[in-house]
Structure formats: structure tokens, C-alpha cells
């Protein structure tokens, strides 16, 4: 998302029409506030395009070519990309340790190469771990309301020749009593100064069945998902998305018309259930207050 942000910037300021400086200040504004506004949970966006911010107010200072300015912006947002998919590669270098030599491994949504730059945060693990001789199952909960495991995250393992099959959401507590799941690793979309996790609508459950079933959960996300100015998850704003992902599956509507539906994005797994948050600087562990403000200054 924050690469996606990023090139968005640079190319809105490329694409203006703006006739002078003050003119493209003004419409950089509205580019940058538009796409801040698309996805308020994910504190990457905000990240990226806080980048961008103060780059252009740097560069827009030193020249009036919106060309030389458009460039600069590119660029950035360019090594943006590159620097994502070293820092996923270096996720799933540390993560890959956590995980059992052979078993089978729960994922949730997507985070993997779809939904970053390249290779993935909890996919790049699971990707890491194989490429070093382990032996992984995936089972990839299919994510209901908008199926982004069952249509992403089983093409992209798939595609891969990585061993996955797709489960539907109410499974898993199933299987973890059964003792087919040995580990669960899942994305983040912000994490809080304590350790909380903002995440796909879904991993919070999963979660706590994990936990019951002294199965190791774990989260994979860079450092740019930390978000210390938010001292807990109660204070992380969660999108509401479009009714129709609820009321709708593949066009077909399976709601009786006239029947509200809720459809939060995301929910919070407080830090008492998450095992290891595994970073692009590498692992913290509880206490997280501390640990991951250590990795954030390491």
C-alpha cells in the first residue's frame, strides 16, 4: 500500500496541469490528502506518503521544473519499491527460524508479493523457510467478506508450486483441535507501541484459537507498520467497507434485501496473543512496549 502511495504521488504531481509553483503545491496537497483518505487503517500509506511530503517540499523549494520535481518523486518512490522487497526478504530471513522443520502452517488474507512489493511479509516467511529445505504445508483460510486467501494467497502459492489448500474461515478451530495446524502467521496492517495488531477482519479469532490450542501465532510486518504514536490498538481507526462485499458473493446476492450487515475491515488481536512480531530488523518478543522500540532504534 505504501508503494502504491508513493508512485501515486509521483506520478499525480507528473500528470499535473498545474501552470506554476503555487498551483502544484496546491494540487500536490489535494493528491496527497486523496490517498490518504482510501485506507485509514494501514499506517504504511500514511508512512510512504509522509515521504513523499517532505521530499517535495525540499526539492519544490529548489526548482520550478514540475518535470526535474516529477522525476525526483519517481525515483523515490522507485527505491521505496526496492527498499520494501529487500526488508520483506530480510522478514522472511528471520521469520523462516521460527518455523518447524515440516507441518503445516495457517495463513490469513494476503500478504504476500500481491499485497507488497515483492516476495511478501508472512508469505516472504513462509517462501524463506522453504528455499531453506523446510518441508511446509499452507492452509489458507479463505478471508470472507472479499476471499483475498481463497483468490490471492492460493494463486500466488500455487504459482509458486508451494503445497496450499484453501480452507473456509470456520475450519480452523477445527483443525488446530485436530492437531493439523502448527503455526499461524498473518500480515499487519498497523501494529501499536505495545504490540497490538490491526490486521484483516478474521485474525483476532484466529488468534485466540490459536492460543487455546498452545499453537505459536505469529505477525510479520516491517517496521514502517509501527505506529508509536499509538500507545494500543483502542485507539487505531478501523475502515468500514462497502455492505455489498457482505451481502454479495460473486455478484449473487445471498442477503435478503433490506437485512443490515456489518463489515469492518479489520479487528485488533491485543498483544497477549501474538507469539513474535518478526520485522525487517529483526524478531521482538514480549515485552513488545519495549522490544519493538529497540528494533525501531536499532
Known sequence: ????????????????????????????????????????????????????????????????????????????????????IEGNKRIGRFGQE??????????????????????????????????NGKQLHVLAGETRPFLQGARLTAWELWKDDIDVRVISDNMAGSFMRQGLIDAVIVGADRIAANGDVANKIGTYSLAVLAKQHEIPFYVAAPLSTLDLR???????????????????IGGVRVVPDGVPVFNPAFDVTPNSFVTAIITDRGV???????????????
Not at 501552470?19 to 487503517?41: C, D, Q, V, W
Not at 488474507?109 to 513462509?126: E, F, K, S
Not at 521482538?284 to 536499532?298: D, T
Open 1 to 84: 500500500i505504501g508503494v502504491a502511495a508513493a508512485m501515486g504521488v509521483a506520478l499525480g504531481v507528473r500528470d499535473s496541469k498545474a501552470g506554476n509553483m503555487s498551483e502544484l503545491r496546491e494540487e500536490f496537497n489535494e493528491i496527497t490528502e486523496t490517498l490518504a483518505s482510501t485506507r485509514p487503517t494501514a499506517v504504511n500509506l500514511f508512512w510512504a506518503i509522509e515521504r513523499m511530503k517532505r521530499l517535495f517540499k525540499e526539492i519544490a523549494s529548489d526548482s520550478s521544473d514540475k518535470r526535474v520535481i516529477a522525476d525526483r518523486l519517481i525515483h523515490e518512490a522507485l527505491a521505496i519499491q526496492a527498499e520494501d
Open 98 to 131: 521460527l518455523l518447524p522443520n515440516s507441518g503445516t502452517i495457517l495463513t490469513h488474507c494476503n500478504a504476500g508479493a500481491l499485497a507488497t512489493a515483492g516476495y511478501g511479509t508472512a508469505l516472504g516467511v513462509i517462501r524463506a523457510a522453504i528455499e
Open 230 to 248: 499509538i500507545p494500543d490498538g483502542s485507539s487505531i481507526p478501523i475502515e468500514q467497507r462497502d455492505p455489498a462485499e457482505v451481502t454479495h
Open 284 to 298: 521482538a518478543v514480549p515485552p513488545y512496549i519495549e522490544n519493538l522500540r529497540r528494533l525501531n532504534h536499532f
